[in-house]
């Protein structure tokens, strides 16, 4: 049983997060609230993504019978939860019809259903079968030198203008600073920003190349999050953690390096 | 004669009401205002639409001469007035051309010709041959059982989702409930409004279904109305009914229902 | 050396009424500010500009020492200016990042590059090879008998209406009407405006017909003055003159009647 009530723009922005990402994925439902990971089709970016039961304006949820009555001789550690397969795309497009300020939702499980309702207005989404959708994967065990929090803004507004020049940007520390440079055929992009310009900053000297396409996309995911923490490395993955939902939800995302060819 | 001056958005108003259905078609110049009826090229959507002369700031009108010479053995019925072939989605554009708060217009029957005049710009349109265009359709005579009035933006709103869903809607009543339901081969939509929701409604248990294309046409045709009446019967023709230009215009649709495969 | 910091917005103003008639040319640098002079690649329209270093925050510039040194046995007519081929959208492009109120630029005349830099956004820009650039046209003697000052907007929102009906324009003067007129197969717009609606007109008799395709064009270049003049005679260049950067800029443009066919 999952039922739940919550602000239709939050949702939104957390939904806009995950699609940033994937279309389509699984969600867990438990009693502390949502959660999902899933990687990109082409297997080059992850997200995790956290959402806490307590922004909901109401939260009720309980496992099934059949995995109460199993659970007898439950040890403490299992956590009940139930998972389910969703469009989010479609689900944004839902959120989107406008007009409304609030959303619930009803999960039959049974049926294989979601159930929202924005006012008068109900809307019923089949759920995806969780079989046919992709394995949750595994996170990789990461340790990353650098840490990097920057306004959400700026580095936006960077990866706007290197979009104009290539299809690759490099992110780096060289001392104090932090860069983020795109090189075109023709131009050149560099932006520089000294640790008393940034939130925070670990000095180090390493740099990584990324593919701007998937930046981009992450881009407009994070445009709700007043800042976000890059983590880095040398020639490493590039994490970007950042907070949506009034600091009720937590998104990480993960993306694979490219090898520079110089 | 006919020679006018109006309000520009009032004017588009109308126009767009008209546009929603044909983009061409025949309008009568009364002394009381002006009239139109007419459909769609598929035969599946009726517009009859009626616009009072007192909203217009000026107009004057008087009948052909011809006219008033054969009209020396007139009979008090029959009712002097002048049809001409006009474009309507030209119409809008040239109205849509901004800045200017009023337009002239000024009929030459002669040379089959409308002159524009908005401020110091003046645009002569000619006017197409009411011969060359589809004869005006009787209105067929149809009893409703049903008649709910809502607001336009509710209305709007549900059909601008249901197009997410499907190519059909079913427009009912049940009880005390008016409901739009859509359904997809997934999804399924479904607003469900109590008479105390709605500002109309006569209890009732019917429904019928819809094409959407049509609908989401009309539904742009309403936008400047605040509510809209609906009159419904048991898989029978749906009209609409509202008003335009403070009251002074007056729009009915008429919609043929689709047959349930079911 | 050239090194200058000024407004974005004032020039990406500048910049728009360039890119309304070529993509790329060369831009003459010297001590009391920028020139161009350019074709549109079909002959039809030119393109003259101006803009005072005073509008500048900052201006520096410096011929080149080469330049310098055979300036040894310099005479005071020759003036010390350095020519660069610019790709004006691109750099129009780079101005609308956003975000950022003032733009830094230096050149690199050696690399021939020009570096821009937007608070923390360095952007360096590979110049184009003057030499593969159209020569610079030169501006043909023209004597105008009619001076005709109106408000921008009432000029373009007649061309915006003139692009509905057809490929050309007339503009003319009658007396001490200016007018516009363009006409379709079955339609006709006129603008006429007295004196007294004018900033300015001298009367006369005398029209010619131009291409819309190119007047749409500059239309778009002059949206940010408040008036235009047009400078006219009878089957004869049009040239537009207007002023942007608070009166600091001067741009002309100049464009090839057409021929009646009547």
Known sequence: MFEAKIDVSVLRECIETITAIVDEGKIKIAEDGLKLR????ANVAMISFELQSDV???FRFAAKEKEAESGAEDTSESKAETEIGMDF?????ILGIGGRKEVE???DEHAQKLFTRMGSLAYTISLLDPSSLRKEPKVPELEFPVQVTIETEEFRRTIRAAEKIGDHIVLGVDGEVFYMEAEGEMDKLRLSLRKEQLIHLTPGTLHSLYSLDYISAMSKGMSHAESITLNLGKDYPLQIEFEVADGKGKVSYLLAPRIESE
Request: hydrophobic residues 55%; without cysteine.
């Open 38 to 41: 899933a990687v990109d089709p």
């Open 56 to 58: 909901f304006d109401e």
């Open 89 to 93: 795309v479609k689900l944004l497009g």
């Open 105 to 107: 939702l009803e999960l």
